[in-house]
């Protein structure tokens, strides 16, 4: 047994912030109550400490790359679901563009089966959309929905065309799967390497107009309509996206959407040569960041999710344009996250539903604090200081902008089915 002692519980789906005790039994919580009166029923556990601190339901990563089969020299699950696991999440859904891609239940096993040998997190993987993600024709959706996926996407690449991504809305409609997409228009993408505006001109860099994103949104927005498939737009960037997603959101359409740390903290003004401020989608502009935060306060906004893309050195130690697009994001997560909420631009309560509720709703699941349900807690500290080293990481990669920066507020116990797996 597990005893989390006199916590500030944070419970976004009933809405409850008070002190108390939260006992795990197995993989369950099986008590929860004001300090000290699990008492009797709590002799002989553990005891975690969490006076001063927050206790949130286990927060879940809608979007990573742990590059395991393929890419090990960049991520492995083990390494990946460490770092996750350090920066407080208790549940990650890896993106199928592994080599090969995760298009087929076989594929789909060996990732659960190596997860539950090596990861101390859930590893709830995503498929597929097509064969390949070559936008030809569907993948074993439904055959690897039984192997283990919570979703289907061909990250990296949005959907190819309307056709396709209707059957495949059709599809999961039926199998009660969410489709990810990564929504930009290729026509308006190719070559570019970061946003579009006065500083691409100045940096010589090839630029992509926000409307790469927003086109590709109102294109699944309006095929979702005809499908009336749960729809989630990954790692959204622009206002005009957002929008888009508002709109969808009230005329009643099942369409959620993420946004990344990275893209609520930093903007394309930010970038210059230096591969780790290189992702996809971009950076965007000042107004851009704006319009998203004021998402993440108001609800539009349905998840934060990291994108966590780690590569070796030697694929980021390159020229600009060379480089692959992506950056770790697992261990900074919690502390940018703090940063809005000491900035007065979100609630913690509303910062914990982007990392819980949020994330699980769209994934057709509950996160919350109640007796019977997972013994998966998040355990932070809000005024904890601490700076972020890339080269300490538990990832195998270290290509983070936020190398050396300092925070306050940060994961101080991870808890996975009732067993603590990470304490700072």
Sequence with gaps: MLLISNGRVLNPASGSDAQRDILLDGDRIVGLAPHGQLADQARGAEIFDAKGLIVAPGFIDLHCHLREPGGESSETIETGTRAAAHGGFTAVCPMPNTRPVNDNASLTRSIVERAAAVSPVRVWPIGAASIGSKGEALAEIAAMKQAGIVAVSDDGHPIANAKLLRSVMDYCRELGL?????????????????????????????????????????????????????LHIAHLSARASLDLVRAAKARGLPVTCEVTPHHFTLIDEDVEYDSRYKMNPPLASREDREALIAGLADGAVDAIAT??????????????????????????AIGLGLELVHAGKISLMRMVELFTSGPARVLGIERRIAENEPGDLTIFSTEHKWTFRAEESASKSRNSPFDGREFRGAPMATVVAGRIVYQR
């Design 178 to 230: 969410p489709v990810i997409d990564h929504c930009e228009d290729s026509s308006l993408f190719a070559g570019a390497v970061m946003r579009e505006g006065k500083q691409s001109v100045r940096l010589g860099l090839r630029g992509m107009p926000a409307a790469t994103e927003s086109l590709c949104v109102a294109r699944d927005v309006q095929v979702g309509e005809l499908t009336r498939c749960r």
């Design 307 to 332: 994108d966590h893309a780690p590569h070796e050195p030697a694929l980021k130690d390159v020229e600009f344009d060379k480089a692959p697009f992506g950056i770790t994001g697992f261990e900074t």
